[in-house]
């Protein structure tokens, strides 16, 4: 299915707020409201929209220290890959998880308390993950730009 004009204006409004009744939705997007909740439903089910969850502030809940992390894997074969794969997926501080091309294998974002709750993750876990031989830790000084929504 492609997306047309309205399919695209909800889940322009969906990003900016997941919260909208579907009545508020129809009303921004000009369509009745079951004309919209069937296309809402049916971008869901063709997996448009991933999920719909609340952004926490950092901050609020002890996370306020963002840093990123460049992995590098002493091997480059399928079989280290899905090792390290399976592995960071059980670490909750990681955020996000991207296998990249360039100097590292992959990027990491963790979000943590501060430094030494970073220093302690880095020495107790992030180490001792299969395959890994070298990290570069980079702390974020200022957040510019996090989590924008897609512009399509």
Known sequence: MS??????RILRHLQRDGRLTNADLAKQVHVSPATC???????????????????????????????????????STSQSFGAFEQAITRLPYVLDCHLVAGDFDYFLKIRVRDIADFSRLLGEQLIALPGVRQTRTFFVMKEVIDNAPLDF
């Open 3 to 8: 997306l047309d004009r309205i399919d695209r």
């Open 37 to 75: 909740h069937r296309r809402t439903q049916r971008l869901f089910e063709e997996g448009y929209v991933r999920s719909v969850r609340a952004e926490i502030a950092p901050d609020r809940v002890e996370r306020g220290t963002l840093v990123v992390v460049g992995v590098v894997l002493d091997r």
